[in-house]
């Protein structure tokens, strides 16, 4: 397996555009997670789904994020609008339930302008 | 709610010395505990993870750790670093009956010197 596949891996942005990124969980996996880096907060948990349903989005900053699962293959993080101070490495991971251990993507390195 | 505590935030160790990276966590269950290390620009590696029965674990790269109930721990060691292993060491627990959610200490950078 690839493992889990993030695109794209870098992204600038201007103030006020829209961001999607996106994530292709290691196939078979069940538990899909996003995750913000940035050096202030360190790893954060935005939004975690299980079996394509949104479990815990108690992480989201605000109302501009939104995530969605339509299918155990494939994810996707929003923002709209976007703003500077939502430039940051974002993460996807995926799980098998019940295993324990998650598996990192590459990382999207967000910066917005 | 579950936290996790990395005490150092640098570690700067000479190559081929022994290391010893603290974590404490919180967790009111018997704890799922991970180490991952994470090389500049890139994503997160597991090394090693903890779940039930030998306390003592070992992982990837030499790297092992030993989980201590009484104390809340689960620090990560080896016997001699190599210039390779300068990285940024991550401790987290997990939640197995939230789907493996995963919360992450701050995180520890360790520098190597020659």
């Known amino acids: 397996d690839a493992g889990v596949i993030q695109s794209p891996r870098h992204e600038v942005t201007e103030m006020g555009q829209e961001v999607t990124l996106r994530c292709k969980p290691i196939s078979g996996h069940n538990s899909l997670f996003w995750y913000r880096q940035t050096m202030m907060r360190g790893l954060e948990l935005l939004i975690y789904f299980n079996n394509n349903v949104p479990i815990d989005d108690s992480g989201m900053p605000e109302d501009r994020f939104s995530a969605k699962m339509p299918n155990a293959s494939f994810s996707t993080l929003k923002i709209q609008p976007s703003e500077p101070r939502d430039s940051a490495v974002y993460f996807c991971?995926?799980?098998?339930?019940?295993?324990?251990?998650?598996?990192f993507g590459q990382g999207t390195r967000l910066t917005v302008v | 709610a579950q936290s996790v505590t990395q005490p150092d935030i640098h570690i700067t160790v000479s190559e081929g010395a022994s290391l010893e990276l603290r974590c404490n966590y919180s967790y009111g269950a018997t704890p799922y505990l991970f180490w991952y290390v994470q090389s500049p620009g890139q994503g997160l590696q597991l090394l090693l993870k903890?779940?039930?029965?030998?306390?003592l674990v070992q992982g990837i790269k030499g790297f092992e750790a030993e989980f201590k109930r009484s104390q809340s721990s689960f620090n990560l060691r080896k016997p001699s670093v190599h210039w390779s292993d300068a990285a940024e060491y991550f401790c987290?627990?997990?939640?197995?009956?939230?789907?493996?959610?995963?919360?992450f200490g701050g995180g520890t950078r360790l520098m190597v010197k020659p």
């Open positions: 987290a627990v997990g939640a197995l009956n939230a789907g493996n959610m995963l919360t």
């Open positions: 903890y779940f039930s029965g030998v306390t």
């Open positions: 991971a995926s799980s098998l339930q019940g295993r324990g251990e998650a598996f």
